[in-house]
């Protein structure tokens, strides 16, 4: 039986190869989306998968009071994690990793040669035990135990040495610490939070030295007694920091977070170390785009069956009377549904795995192609096809096997107020699903956009940061500094710590009259061309002193006006003003420059200071170019820097770029929703085609009649295209008030946002309206056209 | 006997009236009949062959097919009916448009579950009988009206039904084809078959061992 319902679905997909090949491009589309969508989605919840201990693995996180924001960080003091393994019984051992530079490249020197790493840690010798990293040569349990030793990856050994056997060479960091080489570890999956390259002992760096319980720079892991719960870790570690630190040092509070949670569930956490950061919020918003987007294909599918079933109808009836029961018709009809998304299914994956990279490109990841041979993967491909088989096929199978034999043969037609309506109800509900894509990738690129048009305070135009923070010696700085001022396309040139968009030190101003706990301030150590070069605007007062004479303990600060407000200036008043913000110093308020996005828009914008105090390095080198065309200039300003400073790699960033990586997580959504929304739009047509060429078809005869009576051709091409016209119109109104509801949540993310308008609403409209006319009229006209008499005749 | 109908009433609402299209109609057959119904356009011929074939219900009345009651037969049990006694044959012949002649007879065979050996043997069988062995692997749309009957007529009889039921049989052919169809009815026949036929042509009838005259969905006795 299953042979024949086979053999009667495989020769349908063959005798009408229009509509099979709507249905199965359609499909195949969709569930190449949906395939990658879901290759994703399995990615991002497969991260840290790998490791066994993961349920007992507990990262430390550091919550600030109300003064500071009531910000949540990754990142602990470096006596937590010691502490912790002492005195709470639950806490099996504890690990402290620390990023080169908080995330800063680390220059790396062979015998040979000189490379930027980006993946520099420093780490207890925990790291293995904790994490169960093996090491392919070298001890698991002393690799890091002594200073100046580090364990490495195969794939950096390769690229550092040319070899994976590496055991016992050395390098140096930053042109002033040898390192020797005493582990070496498979690379780590690109589905681990964990992600560094090279791993140097904690011994080695400045936090084993003069660990304190209120720099908080180190990301802690503590490994627990199996079934050990975060609540009670949370109030252990309160006890911790009651009992070890005194009540003005406790700024904050400890929070245990669980390590299964780290990857997906950490967007609202500032300043955790592993490039590899996911969003639950993503992952959810791209499953329901996978989802609309199988619906809209299997609405499609569903459509094109029941409009054909009037030519079906008869071969039901046939068979009731031959003997057929609804059970065996509801199975033929799954058949055949399951023989084209089967089809579908094979030429889906096919597109998926040849668009594979593409889509890592787009949305910043890198699933690695084996996944698609894995069982899960093909597991979930058989569950997929099952789901859309069923989803596709319910309607066709339920309702045309209830067709009564009698009504069927006698000619009825059927096509029944109901049958109508529902197919009527489902072109709605894909146009809604369209429209809402529609609207959400407008309005995500509308804020996209704003947020690049938005005047940020500062300029990006042309400036580019160089990176001089492997360079120790101060001669060769002002050295260099000389030599880049006599390119001729660089007109301005200073120095500071940071840059907007980049994180520099929090410190806090305390209040001259309230107690009020003060205001975190992100401080910059800057000379004054820095600030010429971001071309801030000065409000009141003056830059920083350009010179500085040696002896003078004055320290010179710039602010912004967010701390005049704070402090109840007016800018002109606050010239002159004392001000405490780096302890102990004599600091006064020189400038005042208008506030400027130095963070995300997602953020309000707070306060922010330069100064120059020497407490920090000055680790950048801010260039204003006169040519717009940079990318050619670049290598000219490389071969300056390496004459003057040959061991140290030539690292640079364009601000604007550096800008746009604020918003990689909104942008790689935008392209990915663009994109899938023009094929989900593209699919949703195809239907409306294959509905409208049916349509046509099935009035046949009425359009003949009507010609023969004196009817145009473009009275006959607008009677069959209202229809479908009325029904987008139904969906445009539906999913307007939906898709703003939708888009106006998300935007609330951003403290800095665009108002939606009726813009992406029109431009939907027109765009939805022009695509369904020029799709429905195709066939109107070809129907509208033809000769009345071949359809006469037919009868 | 093979079916009874008893005062069987079956009527439309059209604006608050009633309007029979079978009206107290009594009729019963036996086993090796051949019957003929005639009548009018709108007389309720096709209407009488649905309701005797279980296609369509009524109102009122009562209908014994084999001793058992229809009036309120399950949509299983009617299935079950046409497996095991009933063949239809159309007008429109209504062959399975995606299926080959072999394959169109063999498909009553498929829902009665008979082996594939033994449905090779019955199929083989029709061809050889109807004389379309050469074409059982052509489809519906590359034969002839005639031919197309034929198969449907062979894959009426291939499940060995005890009682065929043809509306206009020959309605869309020419004489020559008509007759040929007739003087196989009347061969069934002898053979045991009963059949029930409705059709406008006194010709066709002569083939009928009894005639039944409808108007206006009653028995016309006057004829």
Sequence with gaps: MIKNHLKIAWRNVVANPMFSAINILGLSLSLAITTLLFLFIYHENSFNEMYTNKGQIFRVTLQTGESYNNTVYANAPAMVGPTAAVEIPEVINALRVYKHGFGDPAYIGTKNNSFIETGLYYADPSLCTVFEIDLLNGNKDNALKNPNTAIISERTAERFFGTSKVLGQSFSIDDNKTIEITGVFRDLPTNSTLDGNVYVSMATSFFSKNPSWSNASLETYLLTTPNTNAKVLDKKMQEMLDKNVPEEGRWYSLKAQPFDQVHLYSSHIQNGYSSRKGSIDQVSSLSWLAFLILIIACINYMNLATARSQKRSREVGVSKTLGASKSSLIRRFYTETGLVTFISIILGVFIAILSLPYFNKIAGIEIPSDLLLSGIFILSLVAIWLVATLLAGSYPALYMSSFSAKKVLNGDKGGSFWTISIRRGLVVLQFVASTILIVGVYVIYSQLNYIQQKDLGFTTDRVVAVSINGVNDQNK???????????????????????????????????????????????????????????????????????????????????????????????????????????????????????????????????????????????????????????????????????????????????????????????????????????????????????????????DKEIGIRKVLGASVLGITKLLSIDFINLICIALLIAFPLSYYIMNNWLQEFAYRIHIGWTPFVFTALFALLVAIMTVSFQSIKAALRNPITALRKE | MLLQLKNIYKWVTQGGRRVFLLNDINLSVEAGEFITIMGPSGSGKSTLLNVIGMLDGFQEGEYQFLDESVHQIKEKQRSKLYKEYIGFVFQQYHLIDELTVYENIETPLLYKNIKSSERKALVADMLDRFNIVGKKDLFPAQLSGGQQQLVGIARALVAKPKLILADEPTGNLNSTQSQEIMELFATLNAEGVTIIQATHSETNAGYGSRTIHLLDGRRDHSR
Excluded at chain 1, 636 to 646: A, L, M, P, S, Y
Excluded at chain 1, 662 to 687: H, N
């Design chain 1, 477 to 699: 700085v002002a050295l260099l500094k000389e030599q880049l001022l006599q390119l001729p396309e660089v007109t301005a040139l200073g120095a500071a710590q940071g840059y907007p968009g980049k994180n520099v030190s929090g410190r806090m101003i305390q209040h001259p009259l309230e107690d009020d706990g003060g205001l975190a301030v992100q401080t910059n150590r800057a000379d004054a061309e820095a600030l010429d070069v971001l071309q801030l605007r000065l409000l009141a007062g003056k830059n920083l002193p350009s010179v500085k004479a040696i002896g003078d303990t004055l320290v010179e600060v710039v602010v912004n006006k967010r701390i005049t407000d704070y402090l109840g200036y007016e800018p002109a008043e606050a010239i002159g003003q004392k001000i405490s913000m780096l302890p102990g110093e004599n600091e006064y308020i020189v400038g005042v420059v208008d506030n400027f996005h130095y963070a995300s828009l997602r953020e309000p914008i707070g306060a922010y200071a330069f100064h120059n105090l020497a407490s920090e390095y000055k680790e950048f080198l801010l260039l204003k170019l006169t040519v717009s065309d940079l990318s050619q200039h670049i290598s000219r300003i490389q071969d300056r820097f390496q004459t003057v400073v040959d061991a140290v790699p030539f690292d640079y960033s364009f601000m604007d770029q550096n800008i746009e990586k604020l918003y990689i997580e909104e942008k790689q959504t935008a392209s990915i929703g663009m994109i899938f929304s023009i094929l989900a739009v593209f699919v949703a047509c195809l239907g409306l085609f294959g509905l409208a060429a049916f349509t046509a078809e099935q009035r």
